[in-house]
């Protein structure tokens, strides 16, 4: 038996009795939080810094307020581009603020879109009888100045339950703004280049599709211009349902031993150009707040876990052949899809403003499909006692090249990956106690050369997904029992950009989140609380250019303890 569940779906054993604790609903509206998280409240906080903005005067484009979300149908707004701030703009940013009434209530997707570009994606928080919590989202999303650029109808979707199901009320009802802010650009502050294009690539629906098995898929048919220079895919793939909590599965022989999910613990999302392998982006282990243990993520939710942060897919090696005049199609799919991923995805196309017709092709592609490695050393000594490891690994180099023949002269593009990934899993099961420790990492090192003329460019990426999960559940010989989880995330990317020589501009950016709580229940099985919870997040940030950001903040009992800011920039 384990808390382990599943954000907006069914509830695994412990967690039902958690959510039965969390009270009635009342009516409210979107309640703006400090920018700064404060010591003393429970509402969401996170150390990640807001988006930086130009100096100039952004005009606000209200895309909706006090939205309610309390069923299950897309709500739809309308957008038209600020009058006064017509463009190029210097910056687009995405702003949001949440909150969700106190009472019982599950954690819930959040996405919007518009013109079906998806703009934001993220979970919202769960609240408790006496929580009604509010946050705070924001994003760069000027890469998507296409499509701010004309009238556009909008969708929000947060599928929201509200009502009795097994005997339980569900009453806590989510209300949301969002807005956009159009910052103009001057002398100190230019436009940057943004994609020409941005194609959507989503499901049936116009939004995320839904992927259950490695060969499911979400395409778009691209009939593009003859002029494509580059294009880049912007990937979200989020786990729901059975794969929630990939991280934990096993064999597929294992399941019923193990009490867990099977496929293994691999999942990796696979993008392909006319069937074609031409990308990956790794699944980063997102953790809803109601994933595991409630209380561990109250009042610091885990890395992104309120705002995902998209993969970008460099795909410009295939600009050639997007610039044949043809209809080409682009998939995205998760390896080991075990019934429920959602994905959504944005094209980003460049095409040369200087010549109408680009010609080109791919010189070399050897990315195949990956092959996990699956060591299972689990022994059963007696019946029902299960104790041993299970280790998947996988790993893989591939290079894709192409080049396009555009009006300022012949381009080819080198991309360079490795992509490697390591989970641990240690379980020792019997009558009175379910343990099971996870160690996993995943990184992609990317190393892109670019060749235009005299000039060579070069673009390193390394990115990593630190996780630990270790969680026991034992019942004590009076019959009452206690689950204890410590949990552990990362992020880490480091960039470096160099052109002909010149000394390499470089950034970096490490972020981590530990966390434990003590779940009890006494021998009836009534709820007893939690105890011993604290919980911590830090995050730094920081360039060749003298840039850093640094921020620490701490929680113990379920409210922010403290907030630090500078430490990690030497301060």
Same mark, same amino acid.
């Given at each position: 038996?384990?808390?382990? $569940?599943?954000?907006?779906?069914?509830? @695994?054993?412990?967690?039902?009795?958690?959510?039965?604790?969390?009270?009635?609903?009342?009516?409210?509206?979107?309640?703006?939080?400090?920018?700064?998280?404060?010591?003393?409240?429970?509402?969401?906080?996170?150390?990640?810094? *807001?988006? =930086?903005?130009?100096?100039?005067?952004?005009?606000?484009?209200?895309?909706?307020?006090?939205?309610?979300?309390?069923?299950?149908?897309?709500?739809?707004?309308?957008?038209?581009? *600020?009058?006064?701030?017509?463009?190029?703009?210097?910056?687009?940013?995405?702003?949001?603020?949440?909150?969700?009434?106190?009472?019982?209530?599950?954690? @819930?997707?959040?996405?919007?879109?518009?013109?079906?570009?998806?703009?934001?994606?993220? =979970?919202?928080?769960?609240? @408790?009888?006496?929580?009604? *919590?509010?946050?705070?989202? /924001? $994003?760069?999303?000027? &890469?998507?100045?296409?499509?701010?650029?004309?009238?556009?109808?909008?969708?929000?979707?947060?599928?929201?339950?509200?009502?009795?199901?097994?005997?339980?009320?569900?009453?806590?009802?989510?209300?949301?703004?969002?807005?956009?802010?159009?910052?103009?650009?001057?002398?100190?502050?230019?436009?940057?280049?943004?994609?020409?294009?941005?194609?959507?690539?989503?499901?049936?629906?116009?939004?995320?599709?839904?992927?259950?098995?490695?060969?499911?898929?979400?395409?778009?048919?691209?009939?593009?211009? $003859?002029?494509? /220079?580059?294009?880049?895919? &912007?990937?979200?793939?989020? %786990?729901?349902?059975?794969?929630?909590?990939?991280?934990?599965?096993?064999?597929?022989?294992?399941?019923?031993?193990?009490? %867990?999910?099977?496929?293994?613990?691999? $999942? /990796?999302?696979?993008?392909?150009?006319?069937?074609?392998?031409?990308?990956?982006?790794?699944?980063?282990?997102?953790?809803?707040?109601?994933?595991? &243990?409630?209380?561990?993520?109250?009042?610091?939710?885990?890395?992104?876990?309120?705002?995902?942060?998209?993969?970008?897919?460099?795909?410009?090696?295939?600009?050639?052949?997007?610039?044949?005049?043809?209809?080409?199609?682009?998939?995205?799919?998760?390896?080991?899809?075990?019934?429920?991923?959602?994905?959504?995805?944005?094209?980003?196309?460049?095409?040369?403003?200087?010549?109408?017709?680009?010609?080109?092709?791919?010189?070399?592609?050897?990315?195949?499909?990956?092959?996990?490695?699956?060591?299972?050393?689990?022994?059963? *000594?007696?019946?029902?006692?299960?104790?041993?490891?299970?280790?998947?690994?996988?790993?893989?180099?591939?290079?894709?090249?192409?080049?396009?023949?555009?009006?300022?002269?012949?381009?080819?593009?080198?991309?360079?990956?490795?992509?490697?990934?390591?989970?641990?899993?240690?379980? #020792?099961?019997?009558?009175?106690?379910?343990?099971? &420790?996870?160690?996993?990492?995943?990184?992609?090192?990317?190393?892109?050369?670019?060749?235009?003329?005299?000039? #060579?460019?070069?673009?390193?990426?390394?990115?990593?997904?630190?996780?630990?999960?270790?969680? =026991?559940?034992?019942?004590?010989?009076?019959?009452?029992?206690?689950?204890?989880?410590?949990?552990?995330?990362?992020?880490?990317?480091?960039?470096?950009?160099?052109?002909?020589?010149?000394?390499?501009?470089?950034?970096?950016?490490?972020?981590?989140?530990?966390?434990?709580?003590?779940? %009890?229940?006494?021998?009836?099985? %009534?709820?007893?609380?939690?105890?011993?919870?604290?919980?911590?997040?830090?995050?730094?940030?920081?360039?060749?250019?003298?840039?850093?950001?640094?921020?620490?903040?701490?929680?113990?009992?379920?409210?922010?303890?403290?907030?630090?800011?500078?430490?990690?920039?030497?301060?």
């Amino acid at each position: 038996m384990r808390t382990i $569940r599943f954000a907006g779906c069914a509830t @695994r054993t412990l967690a039902a009795a958690v959510a039965v604790l969390l009270g009635s609903a009342a009516g409210a509206q979107v309640t703006v939080v400090p920018a700064t998280p404060q010591v003393g409240s429970s509402n969401p906080a996170t150390a990640e810094p *807001p988006v =930086t903005r130009p100096s100039t005067t952004p005009c606000v484009v209200q895309l909706f307020q006090n939205l309610q979300f309390a069923d299950f149908n897309l709500k739809s707004f309308s957008y038209a581009p *600020p009058a006064a701030c017509p463009g190029p703009w210097a910056k687009v940013v995405f702003t949001a603020d949440f909150t969700v009434t106190a009472g019982r209530q599950f954690d @819930r997707t959040a996405a919007f879109y518009l013109g079906h570009a998806n703009i934001y994606y993220g =979970t919202t928080a769960e609240p @408790r009888r006496t929580l009604s *919590p509010s946050w705070h989202v /924001e $994003r760069d999303v000027t &890469d998507l100045s296409p499509i701010f650029q004309s009238a556009q109808t909008g969708e929000a979707n947060i599928g929201n339950f509200v009502g009795v199901s097994g005997g339980v009320t569900y009453d806590g009802i989510i209300f949301a703004n969002a807005a956009l802010e159009f910052y103009p650009a001057n002398v100190a502050n230019p436009a940057p280049r943004t994609p020409d294009i941005v194609v959507p690539v989503n499901g049936p629906g116009g939004d995320a599709g839904t992927l259950s098995t490695t060969a499911s898929e979400i395409t778009q048919t691209l009939n593009l211009p $003859r002029n494509v /220079e580059s294009a880049y895919l &912007d990937v979200i793939a989020q %786990s729901q349902s059975n794969d929630e909590f990939w991280y934990t599965c096993v064999p597929n022989n294992e399941t019923g031993p193990l009490q %867990s999910c099977g496929n293994t613990a691999f $999942r /990796e999302t696979e993008v392909s150009i006319d069937g074609q392998p031409a990308g990956v982006a790794p699944v980063y282990p997102w953790i809803y707040t109601g994933g595991i &243990d409630p209380y561990l993520w109250e009042p610091i939710p885990g890395i992104q876990t309120l705002d995902f942060v998209p993969y970008r897919v460099d795909l410009t090696p295939f600009a050639g052949v997007l610039s044949d005049g043809n209809p080409h199609t682009v998939g995205v799919s998760v390896y080991n899809a075990n019934s429920y991923f959602l994905a959504t995805a944005n094209l980003l196309v460049y095409t040369d403003h200087g010549g109408s017709t680009v010609t080109g092709g791919v010189l070399s592609n050897t990315l195949g499909m990956p092959t996990p490695m699956v060591e299972d050393n689990v022994t059963s *000594p007696s019946a029902g006692v299960y104790t041993g490891t299970v280790d998947t690994t996988a790993s893989r180099s591939f290079t894709i090249s192409g080049y396009v023949n555009t009006s300022h002269g012949r381009v080819q593009t080198t991309v360079n990956q490795t992509v490697s990934f390591a989970n641990d899993q240690n379980f #020792t099961i019997n009558d009175t106690q379910y343990i099971q &420790d996870i160690t996993q990492n995943t990184s992609l090192d990317s190393a892109t050369l670019t060749k235009s003329g005299g000039i #060579t460019s070069t673009s390193g990426q390394h990115f990593r997904y630190p996780l630990t999960v270790d969680i =026991t559940f034992a019942v004590n010989p009076d019959g009452s029992f206690y689950q204890t989880t410590t949990a552990g995330q990362g992020f880490q990317k480091k960039t470096a950009n160099a052109t002909s020589g010149v000394g390499a501009v470089t950034s970096s950016i490490r972020e981590d989140d530990q966390t434990t709580d003590t779940l %009890s229940w006494d021998a009836n099985g %009534s709820f007893l609380g939690p105890s011993n919870s604290t919980a911590s997040q830090s995050y730094v940030g920081r360039n060749s250019l003298g840039g850093c950001y640094s921020r620490t903040i701490t929680a113990a009992a379920q409210k922010l303890t403290s907030v630090t800011d500078g430490q990690g920039c030497g301060q």
